[in-house]
């Protein structure tokens, strides 16, 4: 059984038909990339994934349960994580506490707990801040030492993308939703996270799909990858055979001069 | 900015910025005339602060053209650099205070000339003349005013020529003589079993001596001039230190707290221990007003509500003349059954709300303040609570053969305190908690709290039911003190107030509610309950005003802010700087510094 199977998702605004029909498959272990051009509908497809829209019709199956319609909360909690494509931290909590809060789907000592700050409110907090550092340790040096109380919002603009990514992993999931992870980042730092999106894989475990615009990281990671125009699904398969699929090119380049004129007159008659 | 202002950093340029002088001379004059027009400077000339030159509305009339000198002739600070003085700036102070006390003068001319005027502005009669003529008449008040205001404002301009610390000794002294002279009342309480000491710095009449309030300047400049960087300061002692020492550090500042909090009462009369429980209810309020809207962001601004629902269930359930149900049961009792009663309130208001933000929440639990208040006082439940006449006879809380109620209010005060303390160890756990950290990121963006698994409907409810518990804590502890209540304590002012309280004092931060409730209801006096300053009573709301505006022109994190509140309100400039020059590269190669 694949892990994400999604079948028949429509999600429209108004007139705008974001998301038409979308099949869509992921196995446990996966690399995907989304693609498509501007407005295609790519982070919409999160958005409905993640629970932040509910979709008008169409199932998400996720380990054998149906997602679609659920809050936002129990997705995460059924182990789906993700990044926002406009790095959304909590600005004014320090780097550690985001990730900690990142636990909160995965702990479960409540308000009694911390008045009469029993043992095991006084354990899971410990376990807490041990996980939180452990997973900010990913990052090699980044976001340790001084940077644990430091607020997020002092952070760089690459930080605050490890740092979103960190808070996702915290959640424990198993499917990881990155929206353009390497967005406004420089050469060195996206070869940088390229390597740690595999790492995301080979050392911890996750299946991920990523939404990315820089080509090379697509390549250089995806298994596959799905592209998205104007809300339709228009090609899937490895990235060499996307990259040379004829309505791909079209989607992106357009289609020259002599071919539109047939369409045009087309729409004319 | 015109020439003048350009040329005037040179040297003693005798250039004046007119605008600015006539904007500053109208406003002062503008001042006065307000704060006479409205009674404050009769009503406060009843009290006399230094037996006997200066009366306290004189004292307020003068600081106007004083404030406006010094606001004329300051100028923008620069580290390293020193700062222009010019006489220009002095002349300007000298022509705006001239024309402010023009101003009062013609003021108090036309009320002498009009007499009519005071069918519409009741303090505007002869009294007022005969204060701000000073005695004089016509003409000689009129140039006394004129004088006085420009007098007063170059003196205010000239304390720029002073340096700093001398500046602020100044200062300091001053403060020592309003404070010891303002709250004569508490000083001559305080020290019930002393009485030589407030017999001797009071005259008979009220007011400190002449000789005394000298004595009080000098010590006070003396210390100031002294003191600084000789005794390291109570919040640098507290955060400084590894964890250990700093946790060492605090557990012996909260004993200090602790066994002041307890001694205090005992030193104090009555009438200042009725006054601090009042101030307690409202510490209880605002703390859990402080979870709802500091923690969680939740804005609730009909949380008087709870406050009622508590003080109702508990003269339900102890008086014997609650009109329809009477189990007459103690307080000790009743009190479970409130934590429930609260519990279920915060449920019952929470629920339809949780889906709303923002200004809709507020709007919603505003009207559910009045809801709550209204269905109290309807007809409908009229037979049930007593509607207008409230339910009266309510016992105190039983402790053994005493029962401790507003009868005996230095028992009481402890009660207060006891459950402050509870109110205050209750969210100082709670804050860094996992429940805390959730509301924390509630408040910062819902959308995306509830994206990283934080189920929100469930964190709001109970930020909501915690805040409604400690509401409930005051109320039956109010319905305690009072032995009665009536819908009136619970009008929507109360939930206004508790909010100011909160943000004057500092969102987010304990000590800061604590001081917010001491300032606010201590001093100038809750919604029903006088402070220790009686003459500001009537003019209560307009200082609440006024204060609410200032703070959030100036210190918009409150008096005492919690360190993310400080850093959320200020950094936030910095950081679009940072982030749009420099501090991206900046921030990067620290780290590769740091790696490397």
Redesign the interface.
């Known amino acids: 059984m694949a892990l994400l199977e999604i079948r028949g998702l429509n999600k429209a605004f108004g007139g705008v038909r974001a998301l038409q029909d979308i099949d869509f498959t992921i196995e446990e272990g996966e690399i995907v990339s989304v693609i498509g051009p501007n407005g295609a509908g790519k982070t919409s497809f999160f958005n409905v994934i993640?629970?932040?829209f509910p979709p008008d019709s169409g199932t998400i199956t996720f380990e054998g349960h149906n997602l679609a319609g659920r809050?936002?909360?129990?997705i995460?909690?059924a182990g789906i994580?993700?990044t926002?494509q406009n790095v959304?931290?909590?600005?004014?909590?320090t780097v550690l506490?985001n990730v900690?809060?990142?636990q909160?789907?995965?702990?479960q000592?409540?308000?009694f707990?911390?008045?009469f700050?029993t043992a095991a409110?006084k354990k899971?907090?410990r376990e807490?801040e041990e996980k939180a550092k452990e997973i900010l340790s990913f990052f090699?040096?980044?976001l340790v030492?001084y940077r644990f109380d430091q607020?997020a919002?002092?952070?760089?603009?690459?930080?605050r993308r490890r740092l979103e990514i960190a808070?996702?992993m915290?959640?424990e999931p198993v499917l990881m939703l990155l929206d353009e992870p390497t967005a406004g980042m420089n050469p060195r730092e996206t070869a940088e996270l390229t390597e740690l999106i595999g790492k995301l894989r080979s050392d911890k475990g996750f299946t991920v799909v990523m939404i990315e615009h820089d080509m090379r990281v697509v390549g250089e990671v995806s298994d596959r990858v799905m592209v998205l125009d104007h809300g339709v699904k228009i090609a899937e398969g490895s990235y060499e055979e996307v990259s040379s699929n004829e309505d791909v090119i079209e989607a992106y380049l357009g289609r020259p001069a002599e071919e539109r004129k047939p369409a045009i007159e087309e729409r004319n008659a | 900015m015109t020439a003048a202002t350009a040329t005037s950093s040179v040297g003693r340029s005798l250039s004046i910025d007119w605008r600015r002088t006539l904007r500053v001379a109208l406003l002062t004059g503008g001042v006065t005339i307000f704060l006479a027009a409205i009674g404050m400077v009769q009503a406060f000339n009843q009290r006399t602060l230094v037996e006997p030159i200066i009366k306290f509305g004189y004292l307020v009339v003068a600081a106007v053209p004083f404030t406006a000198g010094y606001l004329i002739a300051r100028r923008l600070q620069v580290t390293g650099a020193e700062t222009p003085r010019t006489v220009g700036d002095v002349v300007s102070a000298a022509i705006a205070g001239a024309i402010a006390g023009a101003m009062t003068g013609a003021f108090v001319a036309f009320v002498q000339a009009v007499p009519n005027i005071r069918e519409i502005f009741p303090n505007l009669g002869p009294q007022l003349v005969e204060t701000l003529t000073y005695s004089l008449g016509t003409g000689g008040g009129f140039v006394a005013n004129l004088v006085l205001g420009m007098v007063l404002a170059v003196c205010g301009a000239a304390v720029h020529w002073l340096s700093r610390p001398i500046q602020r000794a100044l200062v300091i002294g001053a403060e020592a003589v309003v404070i010891f002279a303002l709250f004569e009342t508490v000083i001559d309480d305080f020290f019930d079993w002393f009485k030589t000491l407030p017999n001797t710095i009071y005259a008979n009449s009220g007011g400190l001596t002449i000789l005394w309030a000298v004595i009080l300047f000098t010590v006070a400049v003396g210390l100031s001039l002294y003191l600084p960087g000789r005794i390291p300061s109570v919040r640098k002692a507290v955060t400084s230190g590894d964890e250990r020492d700093r946790r060492r550090k605090q557990i012996i500042l909260i004993a200090v707290v602790s066994v002041a909090l307890i001694i205090v009462p005992q030193l104090l009369g009555g009438v200042l221990n009725e006054l601090l429980t009042n101030v307690g209810l409202f510490v209880l309020m605002g703390l859990g007003l402080n979870i709802v809207v500091g923690l969680a962001g939740l804005l609730d601004l009909g949380y008087v509500a709870f406050f009622a629902i508590g003080a109702y269930t508990t003269a339900v359930l102890t008086s014997p003349l609650s009109p329809f149900f009477n189990p007459e049961l103690s307080w000790w009792l009743a009190f479970p059954v409130v934590l429930v009663m609260a519990i279920i309130a915060g449920i019952m208001v929470g629920t339809p709300v949780i889906r709303m933000r923002g200004d809709y929440l507020a709007i919603v639990t505003l009207g559910f303040g009045e809801i709550v208040r209204l269905t109290l006082l309807s007809d409908w439940l009229s037979p049930y609570f007593g509607g207008a006449q409230g339910i009266r006879n309510i016992p105190g809380i039983p402790v053994g053969e005493i029962s401790v109620s507003g009868v005996t209010p230095e028992l009481m005060v402890y009660a207060a305190i006891a459950l402050v303390a509870v109110a205050v160890?209750?969210s100082w756990?709670?804050q860094?908690?996992?429940?805390?950290?959730?509301w924390?990121?509630m408040r910062?963006?819902e959308?995306?709290?509830?994206?990283?698994?934080?189920?929100?409907v469930k964190a709001k409810l109970?930020a909501f039911v915690?805040g409604a518990v400690l509401a409930s804590f005051a109320g039956a502890l109010f319905a305690a003190k009072l032995g009665s209540v009536f819908t009136a304590s619970f009008e929507i002012l109360t939930s206004i107030i508790i909010l100011v309280v909160v943000i004057v004092g500092g969102m987010g931060n304990i000590a800061g509610v604590a001081v917010g409730a001491l300032v606010l209801i201590g001093v100038l006096g809750g919604p029903s309950s006088p402070g220790l300053l009686q003459e500001f009573g009537q003019f209560k709301l307009l200082i609440y005003g006024a204060l609410l505006v200032f703070m959030m022109l100036k210190r918009p994190e409150g008096l005492i802010p919690s360190a993310?509140r400080a850093?959320?309100l200020h950094?936030?400039e910095f950081?679009q700087d940072?982030w749009l020059d420099k501090?991206?590269s900046l921030?990067?190669s620290e780290?590769e510094g740091?790696?490397s």
């Open positions: 993640s629970g932040l809050t936002p909360s129990e995460t909690k994580a993700r926002f959304r931290l909590f600005p004014n909590l506490e900690k809060v990142g909160h789907c995965r702990t000592r409540g308000i707990g911390a008045i700050q409110f899971e907090e807490i090699g040096t980044r030492g607020p919002f002092v952070l760089s603009y690459a930080n808070r996702a915290a959640t | 160890y209750v756990r709670v860094d908690s996992r429940i805390g950290r959730a924390a990121a910062e963006d959308d995306v709290a509830e994206a990283v698994g934080i189920d929100t109970l915690t993310r850093q959320e950094q936030e950081l940072a501090g991206d921030a990067t780290t740091k790696e």
